[in-house]
């Protein structure tokens, strides 16, 4: 299983991206407090079974060709289950 980052590019001046930053974080509790997950800089993180009964978000920093960071934008949290098998 996997996350996935979904988000909206716009430049004012037209400028096309470049090198956007993203940042997952994980939690044992909706509202609790957050670590930053290591290594994790893609728009996709890979969910280890580790990682299943936890909350997930992602935090997105747009970046244009010219290294212009943008406002960043963190999701909500967003819940992995981990579902039993059937035997």
């Known amino acids: 299983d996997f996350l996935k980052a979904n988000y909206h590019y716009s430049d004012p001046d037209g400028d096309?991206?470049?090198?956007?930053?993203f940042i997952w974080y994980r939690s044992s509790t909706a509202e609790g407090i957050y670590t930053e997950i290591p290594d994790e800089t893609t728009s996709q993180y890979t969910v280890p079974g580790a990682d299943y009964s936890n909350y997930f978000k992602v935090k997105v920093a747009p970046v244009d060709v010219n290294g212009f960071v943008g406002d960043t934008a963190?999701?909500?949290p967003y819940y992995v289950e981990l579902l039993q098998q059937e035997q």
């Open 16 to 21: 096309a991206e470049s090198g956007t930053i």
């Open 74 to 76: 963190t999701s909500d």
